[in-house]
């Protein structure tokens, strides 16, 4: 049986998302602009400073070392007399207990990931001393919420002419607020455009003015003439503790989804009713290629316990902002 034209591209509300913003699909975020230079959508545009980058570079190599479980490469970054100060105020002193510790988390914690490390602030201190400030985001398993801890960490250019940690602390880990959770999708913000040989879809993402959802309206356009608008708000479910949303359509139907992170990966069940009556089930899979070009495709459509086939990959591109000399 032939799919309905405006179903298909409807189940890109309801999705599978897979993206991979470097290696691991972990990441790190440059030190805090200040407030005037950081867009509304929480994105920063500012210029790193050359001083700042081999602190940048060992936060990624930290992050990518935790998902590859390499404690070795880990304690590389330390010094050999290093002291590392743990969220439970275990203290670890020296780089080969370090090393010793990571191995024994990476053997007992086998799903914990490291999802972003956020750094706030560097400082320097003297010539060969640096601190940094800032956030680590973690996941216990990608059955959990993700939590953060505040770190600060001092770091001594030592004769190599390499910067390594001599100090570590982290602070006591706290769940993320709904707003921070919330920022792991922060990538849909923005204008997309997506077609395929039988419908044309625009979608336009954005911030609610409290910062408690992420708003995305649509227009779906099919060949053959037919129109279909709709709404989606995605927020934070705190009884269930995850993300979750609920979208509307200008015909009368109404869906919800909850979302789960599976590493790189988001998992939404999404299920429904057309303004017809017809319930609908749906998971779709999206990839990042870059910031502005992402696939999608359904894997499984359901619709009134029909199966439907699963449809082939289509690209949405994410569409340049009006220059303002246009937008006036």
Not at 156 to 167: A, F, M, Q, Y
Request: hydrophobic share 40%.
């Amino acid at each position: 049986m032939k799919h309905n034209t405006l179903l298909a591209p409807l189940a890109l509300f309801g999705a599978f998302f897979a993206f991979s913003p470097d290696a691991t699909g972990q990441t790190v975020r440059q030190p805090t602009p200040p407030a005037d230079t950081t867009p509304a959508t929480g994105i920063s545009t500012i210029v790193v400073a050359e001083e700042h980058k081999p602190f940048l570079a060992s936060a990624q190599a930290f992050v990518d070392a935790y998902a590859k479980r390499d404690a070795a490469a880990i304690g590389g970054m330390f010094t050999t007399d290093a002291e590392f100060l743990d969220e439970f105020g275990q203290r670890t002193q020296g780089r080969e207990a370090i090393i010793a510790l990571f191995d024994n988390v990476f053997q007992t914690s086998q799903e914990a990931s490291i999802d972003e490390i956020a750094i706030e602030r560097i400082r320097k201190i003297t010539d060969r001393v640096v601190m940094e400030e800032g956030v680590v985001f973690t996941l216990e398993s990608s059955k959990d919420v993700r939590t953060q801890s505040r770190y600060v960490a001092l770091h001594t250019l030592e004769k190599d002419g390499k910067w390594r940690i001599n100090s570590l602390k982290n602070l006591p880990s706290a769940s993320g607020s709904r707003q921070e959770q919330l920022m792991q999708l922060a990538w849909l913000v923005g204008d997309w455009v997506n077609e395929d040989s039988e419908s044309v879809v625009h979608t336009t993402c954005n911030w609610s003015e409290d910062g408690n959802y992420l708003l995305r309206r649509f227009t779906i356009r099919t060949r053959d003439g037919k129109e279909m608008n709709g709404v989606q708000r995605i927020g934070w479910d705190p009884a269930r503790k995850k993300i979750r949303s609920w979208t509307f359509d200008s015909q009368g139907g109404f869906f919800n989804g909850l979302w789960t992170k599976h590493d790189t990966q988001w998992l939404t069940n999404s299920a429904g009713v057309t303004a017809s009556g017809d319930t609908v089930t749906s998971t779709s899979l999206y990839t990042m290629h870059d910031p502005e070009m992402v696939t999608w495709q359904y894997r499984s459509l359901i619709v009134a316990g029909d199966v439907r086939e699963n449809m082939e990959p289509v690209t949405m591109v994410k569409r340049p902002p009006i220059p303002n000399r246009l937008a006036k």
